[in-house]
């Protein structure tokens, strides 16, 4: 796995990967998307958690990086909080179709 600012202190900038990233967001937002940066919250927990930057933490395994149960809970996470700061979720209140 390729290091990612801030999980490694000598982390190099990735032009195709960080460009990308970059140019999905800013286009995002342009056309009216909203855009969801996980990476504060992924962050939080390192901070939380010195300890766990020795190993592979978000990742299933050191050879395979897709994101285990940790990883889905933080996003989960960073989702809710989202969708409640944008007031995105369906309100409790009944509607006046609700019989």
């Known amino acids: 796995m390729k290091p990612q600012p801030g999980f490694d202190p ?22 009216g998307f909203y855009f969801l940066n996980t990476y ?11 300890d766990a930057s020795s190993r592979p933490v978000f990742a299933v395994s050191a ?12 996003n989960a996470q960073a989702l809710f909080d ?3 700061a ?5 309100s409790d209140k009944p509607s006046k179709d609700d019989h």
């Open 82 to 84: 989202y969708l409640v």
């Open 40 to 50: 504060p919250y992924f962050m939080n927990y390192l901070k939380q958690h010195p």
């Open 63 to 74: 050879v395979d990086g897709h994101p285990n149960t940790l990883a889905h809970s933080i």
């Open 86 to 90: 944008n007031q995105l979720l369906p």
């Open 10 to 31: 000598q982390y190099v900038r990735d032009e195709l990967r960080d460009g990308q990233r970059e140019l999905l967001e800013r286009e995002s937002r342009r056309l």
